[in-house]
């Protein structure tokens, strides 16, 4: 294994900091695999840019950064997050704000969510949800907009004298 550049380990370790949660989205390479699905809180990241993990199964086997396929647990993490439309930059407090975000700016263009470090996490075409990083995270966002949506569809009701 190569070792890695002092800035690669800046880059992972501001990335994935103490506490990320993830999930595996394939098996890990050993010969008692941790399967694919397992969520897990990394602990560090060493010298070899590995992540130091403990696994929700109770295993310990480390992450290879850059190797092992996995994604950020969105929901889990609760990391601020910035709505990117045409009209400018909009820091994103919860779940619910980030819904209203993209109907009320995907009416008009094309979104995109990242975290502060300028990890993607959600892109749309128009209000129409083309990535997400997480789907736990998809599916919680589009409960969240369909309330929204509909209010918005709802005709004005005029008043009559």
């Known amino acids: 294994m190569k070792t890695p550049s002092e800035s690669q380990l800046i880059y992972y370790r501001s990335r994935y900091p103490a506490g990320t949660r993830i999930q ?13 699905g397992t969520k897990g809180t990394i602990i560090a990241i060493d010298d070899m840019a590995q992540a130091v993990m403990k696994w929700d199964n109770g295993r310990c086997l480390s992450l290879i950064l850059g190797h092992d396929s996995f994604h950020k647990l969105q929901l889990e993490n609760n990391e601020k997050l910035i709505g990117h439309a045409i009209d400018g930059n909009r820091n994103l407090r919860n779940i619910n704000d980030v819904a209203r975000f993209i109907v009320e700016h995907g009416a008009y263009s094309d979104v995109e969510i990242t975290t502060e470090c300028g ?13 997400a990083s997480d789907k736990e995270y998809l599916e919680k966002l589009l409960e969240a907009m369909k309330p929204i949506q509909e209010a918005q569809e709802e005709p004005d009701m005029e008043i009559q004298l």
């Open 24 to 36: 595996l989205d394939a098996d890990l390479d050993d010969p008692q695999p941790i399967l694919a």
């Open 119 to 131: 990890e993607k996490v959600i892109e749309t075409e128009s209000t129409e949800i083309k990535y």
